[in-house]
């Protein structure tokens, strides 16, 4: 077998790998893709674990173990809050 018969061998199966690799992403986005319906549901309930506090989420817990917010928050949750947790 000559070198120009090796490579078109090669250059054959690295294309066929390329479509089958294809394929197997489409396959991977399509099976993985979330519908509108289960994103809108997951930010409702994301809203309502919030506690009317958009984007203050807690960050950590001190050692006494009250709640640490980010120094970004503007409006942490009353104190009242934090004990119903």
Excluded at 20 to 43: H, L, N, P, W
Excluded at 75 to 80: E, L
Aim: hydrophobic share 50%; charged share 15%.
């Amino acid at each position: 077998m000559d070198f120009s018969a090796a490579f078109h061998q090669t250059s054959v199966w690295m294309f066929r790998l390329a479509i089958v690799g294809a394929a197997v992403g489409i396959g991977y986005v399509v099976m993985t893709k979330q519908d509108e319906a289960s994103t809108e549901a997951r930010g409702a309930a994301a809203a309502l674990a919030d506690d009317g506090v958009a984007g203050c989420q807690p960050i950590g817990h001190t050692a006494s173990g009250k709640l640490v917010y980010s120094m970004d928050c503007e409006q942490v949750p009353a104190a009242g809050a934090e004990a119903a947790k």
